[in-house]
């Protein structure tokens, strides 16, 4: 198999995996009624309470006024409240609501529970699997500009 082949198919390989895992993430948002980036967003939270929007838009790759707008929406929705710093006024942190954290729970019980087939691999083909994975991510940021931006 020449070079081209090889990367053709590792490339392909990589984009069945990715279009396949955020078609579950679409679908288990949508059949609990929230957008894939409010899932995101109740998922850094649940991670690490009290981020601020610029935090949590650093955390997601996104612009802060995108996070805004998503944080509003969970707001309304009663998912996530919003408190000033005590330190910094001009500061808000985002906190998960008890509904916020049932709404993560049951999301993240859906798609575990879609995903549950990846535990039955043996350890050492996990082990295997990301050593491949770091060692493509290293090549290719040897070859690009040096950053690792994933």
Do not use: W
């Not at 279009?19 to 995101?40: A, H, P």
């Not at 939270?45 to 929406?73: C, F, H, K, N, W």
């Not at 999301?107 to 994975?133: C, N, P, V, W, Y």
């Amino acid at each position: 198999m020449d070079s081209y082949e090889k990367i053709k198919k590792v490339t392909h390989s990589f984009r069945q995996i990715n279009n396949l895992y955020f078609s579950l993430i679409q679908s288990n948002s949508e059949s609990s009624e929230i957008t894939v980036m409010q899932f995101y967003v109740l998922s850094a939270l649940a991670e690490q309470p009290d981020l601020s929007l610029g935090e949590l838009a650093e955390m997601l790759y996104t612009g802060s006024s995108t996070i805004s707008g998503v944080v509003d929406r969970l707001v309304k929705a009663g998912l996530v409240t919003r408190e000033r710093s005590a330190n910094d006024r001009r500061i808000l942190f985002t906190r998960l609501t008890s509904l916020g954290r049932d709404k993560k729970k049951e999301m993240k019980k859906k798609f575990l529970d879609r995903l549950s087939g990846i535990a039955d691999l043996q350890d050492e083909k996990i082990d295997q699997l990301l050593m491949i994975h770091q060692e493509i991510l290293d090549r290719i940021c040897l070859q690009g500009d040096g950053k690792k931006d994933v």
